[in-house]
């Protein structure tokens, strides 16, 4: 059966909403930006991006290609409010909707799409309805899977809409650069490139034993995405816990580091921040991945399987220390992340140890008090300074709520 699927992407996000706050922004230069001295820029209005400025660019950078460029400091907690609500409202269309980072989601319309006649007017509507209730615009891409709603959807920017039949899939890919598909970075597309592969269409046809040598299994994937083909399904929140896979977070450093005890900090944040999520579901795990990203974007995972699942906040960091001590780390440390994963819901049996006991109160405690006051208003001594707000980024893996659906 051909599926329908439907990708919003709302447009230079943050920036937008900061106009729609604040209306003497609207029409200027708008760049948002978290507080630290190395800041970046995490988004830019089209109104700034006409200047050259752009999202990852140094925020001194961005002020030398624009000088009149407006500054505005991130506010996450705003734009996780106005991304809940725009879930909420793509959720009244379809209970089919997969948020995938803060300003993007996937719909699998498929069977909704009569009722609303047809993929464009679907479309409309919803672009309508966020118009209307938080006013933003997005840009809306209708394809036969993930991967080609989010490549036309992205060609129409801003406030596009782009409909994508499957007999317009060969044509389309034929000629389409690699590097515009979602999940072939910089770096596999300058693979691609010295394996002489350029475009959709070449990678498509590139023998397949050939990618395979070269990239291991990614190479099948990489063949099919060539072709425009991919089947992951949609996976709305709260689709039943079994669906759920891992919770996790991760987080670009202010700066990059060599020195183990600033990674540890990070760390430590990091296993609160996964631990908290899964101590609210109700759920623990006994896997625990650490993932490093060097200063050059190179990215390494390991895991760590224990005896017992785990979930607080001083077990999950001994465990993501213990594995980065065993790594020899060779470079700066630009990413680090945290999750867990093996999970089991559902009441956990107290432990037979005094000392765990304890600790489990502990967290308890520690619990109560930020549930009334606020994230991180107990917290270890370790995390000061912590990471909070630290560069503006919004890691792709955080949800407007719930736990995040990975592997
Ligand atoms: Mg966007």
Not at 134 to 139: E, F, R, V
Not at 207 to 214: A, F, T
Not at 226 to 254: F, M, W
């Amino acid at each position: 059966m051909n599926r329908v699927i439907l990708h919003v992407d709302m447009d230079a996000f943050f920036a937008s909403v900061e106009e729609v706050d604040n209306p003497s922004l609207r029409g200027k230069p708008v760049a948002v930006a978290g507080p630290g001295q190395r800041t970046i820029i995490t988004t830019a209005s089209y109104a700034a991006r006409e200047f050259g400025v752009r999202t990852g660019m140094a925020l001194g950078q961005g002020l030398k290609l624009c000088p009149a460029l407006v500054i505005v400091r991130c506010d996450h907690r705003k734009y996780s409010h106005v991304s809940a609500m725009i879930i909420d409202i793509l959720e009244s269309f379809t209970p089919l909707v997969e948020p995938y980072s803060v300003d993007e989601a996937f719909l699998d319309v498929t069977t909704d799409l009569n009722r609303f006649g047809g993929a464009e007017t679907l479309g409309g509507r919803i672009k309508e309805r966020i118009r209307e209730e938080t006013g933003l615009t997005c840009s809306v891409g209708i394809g036969p899977n993930k991967l080609l709603a989010k490549l036309v959807g992205g060609r129409r920017k801003p406030d596009g809409l782009s409909v994508l039949a499957p007999g317009d899939v060969r044509d389309l890919m034929e000629s389409m650069p690699v590097g515009k598909l979602c999940g072939i970075g910089p770096e596999t597309e300058r693979r691609l490139g010295s394996m002489g592969i350029s475009t959709c269409g070449q990678l498509g046809r590139f023998p397949l034993q050939i990618l395979v040598r070269e990239f291991g299994v990614l190479g099948h994937t990489l063949s099919r995405m060539g072709r425009g083909e991919e089947d992951s399904p949609v996976v709305p929140l709260g689709a039943g816990n079994e669906k759920v896979k891992s919770i996790g977070h991760s987080a670009t450093l202010p700066r990059d580091v060599t020195d183990l005890v600033t990674a540890r900090r990070v760390l430590l944040t990091l296993s609160e921040m996964v631990g908290r999520r899964a101590r609210r579901h109700d759920c623990a795990g006994n896997r625990v991945t650490l993932t490093v990203r060097y200063r050059d974007f190179t990215t390494f995972s390991r895991q760590m399987t224990l005896a017992h699942p785990i979930r607080t906040t001083s077990r999950i960091y001994r465990s993501a220390s213990a594995i980065l001590d065993s790594v020899s780390i060779v470079r700066p440390i630009r990413l680090l992340g945290i999750s867990l994963s093996h999970l089991r819901f559902g009441c956990l049996q107290g432990s037979l140890f005094p000392a765990d006991r304890e600790e489990d109160s502990l967290q308890g405690a520690l619990d109560l008090i930020n549930d009334r006051y606020g994230e991180f208003s107990a917290m270890y001594a370790d995390q000061l300074p912590d990471l909070r707000g630290s560069n503006g980024i919004i890691p792709p893996s955080w949800r407007p709520r719930g736990v995040r659906r990975s592997v």
